[in-house]
């Protein structure tokens, strides 16, 4: 299995980039920002308390975002791997995902980050306002907020993979397609 993390700052494109490496890899793609965004539609108990920490820019507590991730992957034992896209977003997060894969005998191959400065982070996530209806991506200072949120708590994740020798860093400023090639190049180096 390819067990892959897309890493990188809110906005550095990990969505868009996902949506085409599953396309190409037939990998399942898990972003727990949209299994939130789900929940939250669907008016769900774990939708209302995700809502609390989402409009605020801030993460949502490990405990109910490790349950949801673990929920997902078990819902889904057929798969050739998995795309993880927004997870983990802390150290606990990454340390209870290791251990979750290996009790199934599998592990992260690569984590890749990309790599996008904070000023060009803002503007894409304000022009993602724009039409996105996400109420976080409308406010500059909950936009900081995040990024604050990503540099302190999440960063430090490439260097826990980095430890394995696991952590790959790509440039992530320029096209989409350009950005796919660098990516397809590196999971090609790596699987
Ligand atoms: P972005 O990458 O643009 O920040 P996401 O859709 O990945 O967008 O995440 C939106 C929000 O959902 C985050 O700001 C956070 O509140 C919450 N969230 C998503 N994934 C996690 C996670 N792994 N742990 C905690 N909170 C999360």
Redo the contacts with the bound molecule.
């Keep these: 299995m390819l067990n892959l993390i897309l890493f990188?700052?809110?906005?550095?494109g990990?969505?868009t980039q996902a949506a085409k490496l599953i396309e190409k890899y037939g990998l399942l793609h898990i972003?727990?920002?949209?299994?939130?965004?789900y929940e939250i539609e669907n008016g769900t108990p774990l939708g209302l308390k995700?809502e609390e920490?989402?409009?605020?820019?801030?993460?949502?507590?490990?405990e109910?975002?490790?349950g949801m991730?673990k929920n997902k992957v078990n819902d889904n034992p057929e798969v050739n791997g998995i795309i993880f896209?927004?997870?983990?977003?802390?150290l606990a997060?990454a340390e209870a995902l290791d251990r979750f894969l290996a009790e199934k005998c599998l592990s992260i191959t690569a984590l890749i980050a990309l790599d996008v400065p904070d000023e060009e982070i803002v503007q894409r996530?304000l022009s993602?306002g724009e039409t996105s209806g996400?109420s976080?991506?409308n406010d500059e200072s909950i936009i900081r907020n995040?990024i604050f949120?990503?540099n302190e708590e999440?960063a430090p994740i490439y260097n826990y993979y980095a430890e394995s020798g696991k952590s790959i860093m790509i440039e992530g400023v320029g096209s989409v397609d350009v950005i796919f090639n660098r990516l397809t190049a590196t999971i090609e180096s790596v699987c």
């Design positions: 990188g700052p809110p906005g550095s990990k969505g972003s727990t920002g949209d299994l939130f965004r995700a920490f989402m409009s605020k820019g801030e993460l949502v507590p490990d109910i975002t490790i991730l896209d927004g997870f983990p977003r802390t997060q996530i993602r996400r976080d991506d995040r949120v990503y999440t």
